[in-house]
């Protein structure tokens, strides 16, 4: 049965949402789903906005067809080329074989790369700012460059003030019911999908998508209909604000996130004690990770959320512990920068994490390194308390400047 929503009296959200899928791309958990959103304009001609991944495109076409109610489909922009919106392309080309494809050059070479049917008789190619009357509506086109693919563009209505903004202010998270972000608790039911979607997937690319909130910035905007999850029509500077934020590697709060690779525990409770040292301070905002279990997709997210990030691991084979190794890894390829850091090490008989760490966040941008450290041989002693204590000290001290 298709399921549909208004989003405005001629504007239809007709995706879908998935809740079997275990990896987003393969690799990023998402136990709360996802959507898919692909839009339909009712206008003198009519106008279909992305499509949606292969395993919900069977509802997708329903969709599609019920809200034409018999119109034939004149147009599908294509505002990005990844599968999880491109798939159901090809199928609507067989079903629609008159439509017209609106996108960008890029778009062309990308169409032809994962279809057969022909793409230069039905291309209608766009370039920046370019537009499509489509009747009551005019869609104008605005290139989005490595948000998050570098065909990637967005379509903005300049008569309702609808911006169609591709991956950008999407989330994981799949839909229940509410379409508009007004509707659920996005700040403590979404956010930190939001966050851990947008920082995961376009994280390295911040200064393409402040490029893109300048360019958004001369929009008058009231509405933001995202590829995933809710649309917003209220206090999207809030939302945007976030955006900001995450794009230029600002921290959202002065916090501290502790992120431990611990083999056997003894470096995991170095960290619980420098927690509780931090608290007895005063410090509130506090988290701590075990980075062997937690996907390393939430430890960036919330990398992206703190000020001030301490790493303790162990030594393993002569070098870093492999799971912070490869959190380090993601957090230097995402670009991570402007936080204050620290470092805790393990090591029985040849320490080497703190060194090879410190080398690691040496190598990436504007981090600031605390000269205080810990090194633990096996296991944290009594006597060495006052280390950790003047590690503490030296966090919250840093954290007052
Ligand atoms: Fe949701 Fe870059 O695709």
Redesign the pocket.
């Known amino acids: 049965m298709y399921c549909v929503k208004n989003v405005t009296d001629d504007l239809f959200w007709i995706g879908g949402s998935d809740r079997r899928l275990a990896l987003f791309e393969n690799i990023y958990p998402i136990p709360r789903g996802v959507s ?1 959103n692909a839009y339909l304009l009712l206008d003198e001609k009519t106008v279909l906005l992305d499509t949606v991944d292969a395993s919900v495109s069977e509802l997708f076409f329903e969709n599609l067809e019920h809200v034409l109610g018999g119109r034939k489909l004149d147009y599908l922009v294509v505002n ?1 080329m ?1 599968p ?2 491109c798939a159901s392309i090809g199928g609507v080309v067989l079903r629609y074989p008159d439509v017209k494809l609106v996108c960008n050059a890029k778009t062309v070479t990308m169409l032809k790369q994962f279809f057969d049917f022909d793409v230069d008789s039905r291309a209608v190619v766009v370039k920046e700012m370019d537009t499509l009357s489509t009747g009551k509506h005019t869609l104008a086109f605005v290139m989005a460059p490595m948000v ?2 570098p065909e ?1 563009m967005v379509t903005f209505d300049t008569v309702d003030g609808t911006l169609f903004s ?2 950008a202010f ?1 989330t994981f998270g799949a839909l229940n019911g509410n379409l508009f972000a007004d509707e659920v608790d996005f700040e403590h039911e979404w956010l930190p999908d939001a966050r851990r979607y947008l920082t995961n ?1 376009v994280g390295k690319y911040g200064p393409q998508v402040q490029a893109v909130l300048k360019k958004a910035s001369g929009l008058d905007i009231k509405r933001i209909c995202p ?2 999850g809710p649309v917003w029509r209220e206090n999207i500077g809030w939302f945007i604000d976030k955006y900001d934020k995450w794009s230029s590697y600002t921290p959202e709060e002065n916090a501290v996130m502790i992120a431990y690779a611990s083999v056997y525990g003894n470096t995991g409770n170095a960290a619980d004690v420098l927690a509780s040292k931090l608290a007895d301070l005063g410090v509130k905002n506090i988290a701590v990770y075990d980075v062997s279990v937690t996907d390393p997709s939430y430890v960036l997210a919330e990398a992206f959320l703190c000020s001030h990030l301490v790493f303790a691991a162990s030594t393993y084979t002569g070098g870093i512990f492999t799971p912070m190794e490869t959190l380090l890894l993601e957090l230097k390829a995402h670009n991570l920068q402007n936080r204050t850091v620290a470092v805790m090490e393990n090591g029985t008989w040849a320490p080497m994490a703190g060194k090879l760490m410190k080398e690691l966040l040496g190598s990436m941008k504007n981090m600031s390194l605390l000269e205080q450290g810990v090194t633990i041989r096996s296991s944290l002693k009594e006597e060495q308390l006052s280390q950790v204590e003047a590690l503490a000290k030296a966090i919250k001290d840093s954290m007052e400047r």
């Open positions: 898919y990005h990844e999880d919106h998050h693919w990637a591709a991956d999407g997937i590829l995933h």
